[in-house]
């Protein structure tokens, strides 16, 4: 159909005279937080490149968000749009739970994409390129931290949105190889394991942890499986951290003065087993299913025993937030305790505030994700690199 050619040139047009305008949203917000934010529009890009551009599709928590949590009913526990947050890279705050960028802005970078924008931004209606469903508190259980989330079966809501949206201007035949051309990265599951212990939630009581963790992966796999059979094939993954030894979680109890919360950590260690345990078998069982799975865990261990060998100063304690190792979440005076330090150079800190990690370390990480190699057990079977190259 005649109509459809033309509509599918126009879309390529209006794609290029994107990467050519620098254009710049400024919406206003109904924030709890603070108002006055922005995000940063991608930057110009040659537009030849862009149409057979890998795009790039992120689905998660705060490790990933990029301010979608901005645009929905929170709380300021969920949000990251005041000062300090973005003061290092942005100069303002984007949503992101960072000094500066997240490990996706660096992979987009490396894989020649502008900077993925949130889903929920008013006026963005390009996803040619990928698009970040990811929000902070977000977990694969619907329970967690619901009311103020957007859990992980909602972000898939959002991506069949976005898949209706490529049929329509691509075509059904370009769309779905638009969808197996992408990768998609995951991050997801601690706040599932963390949140019963930050709330007053008893769902910990009523399942065992390998059911509760067999839950938490069930929900994740039912995600990856319904991306697959639309057309994806290349998947990115990181495996939690050590939860229980973040400085939020440290000060969680009194009565351990301090040290890590073993009760999440063993959480951990079943997730993460039955993480490595499911991709393996997915790769069996999906024709043409590839991933990536990043040792988060063991890459954020040695920075913390080792701070100096990677170019920090301080492993354990936050470079914003209150009191033992600044692991009260005050970080931005909006929460309900209001004063808080504030370091004077994140690039000394690993940790940025109670919960997350500072720009320096994101970048670190997100280049072993993109180039690190499979013998040295931090990456594989796939590199995210290799993700990008291969079709
Ligand atoms: C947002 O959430 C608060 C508290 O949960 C509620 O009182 C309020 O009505 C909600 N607002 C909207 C617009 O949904
Ligand atoms: C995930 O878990 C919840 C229970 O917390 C369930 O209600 C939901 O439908 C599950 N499935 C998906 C795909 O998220
Ligand atoms: C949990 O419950 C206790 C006692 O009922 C209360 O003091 C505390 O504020 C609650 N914590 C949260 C995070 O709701
Ligand atoms: C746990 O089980 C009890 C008793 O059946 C129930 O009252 C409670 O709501 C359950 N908690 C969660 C979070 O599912
Ligand atoms: C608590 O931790 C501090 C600092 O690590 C230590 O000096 C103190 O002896 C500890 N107190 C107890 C009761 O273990």
């Not at 009523?206 to 290349?234: A, H, P, Q």
């Amino acid at each position: 159909m005649i109509n459809e050619a033309m509509e599918k040139n126009l879309i390529m047009a209006r794609l290029s005279s994107l990467f050519f305008i620098s254009l710049f949203l400024h919406v206003a917000l109904i924030a709890t937080c603070c108002i006055g934010i922005s995000q940063q529009q991608p930057k110009k890009h040659a537009a030849a490149a862009a149409a057979m551009a890998v795009p790039f599709f992120l689905f998660g928590d705060s490790f990933l968000d990029v301010g979608n949590n901005n645009y929905i009913n929170t709380s300021t526990l969920d949000r990251a749009n005041c000062w300090p947050y973005g003061e290092t890279y942005f100069k303002f705050p984007t949503g992101r739970f960072s000094d500066g960028r997240l490990v996706s802005d660096f992979i987009a970078e490396n894989a020649n994409l502008p900077l993925i924008q949130p889903f929920l931004q008013p006026g963005f209606r390009e996803y040619i390129l990928g698009v970040n469903f990811a929000s902070a508190g977000a977990g694969a259980l619907t329970e967690t931290f619901q009311g103020f989330v957007i859990d992980l079966k909602t972000q898939l809501s959002y991506y069949y949105k976005v898949e209706s949206w490529l049929r329509q201007k691509l075509g059904n035949d370009d769309a779905k190889m638009t969808m197996s051309r992408a990768v998609y990265l995951f991050s997801i599951g601690s706040n599932d394991y963390m949140s019963p212990f930050l709330t007053n939630s008893t769902i910990l009581h009523n399942y065992s942890d390998s059911i509760y963790v067999g839950m938490v992966i069930g929900n994740l796999t039912t995600v990856i499986k319904e991306i697959y059979t639309r057309g994806g094939r290349k998947f990115g993954f990181i495996n939690l951290p050590d939860l229980g030894c973040l400085p939020g979680m440290k000060i969680t109890k009194s009565e351990n003065n301090g040290s890590c919360l073993e009760e999440v950590t063993s959480l951990v260690t079943l997730h993460n087993k039955a993480l490595s345990k499911l991709l393996f078998g997915l790769e069996k069982r999906l024709k043409g299913f590839k991933y990536s799975l990043f040792d988060f865990n063991s890459n954020l261990r040695q920075r913390m025993h080792h701070p100096s060998k990677y170019g920090f100063k301080e492993g354990e304690a936050a470079c914003c937030g209150t009191g033992q190792y600044r692991g009260v979440f005050s970080c931005g005076g909006k929460r309900r305790v209001k004063e808080f330090q504030l370091c004077k150079n994140p690039n000394d800190y690993v940790f940025w505030d109670s919960f997350h990690l500072t720009e320096k370390i994101y970048k670190q990480l997100a280049d072993q994700m993109w180039s690190g190699t499979s013998n040295s057990h931090d990456v594989g079977p796939y590199n995210m690199s290799q993700l990008f190259r291969i079709h």
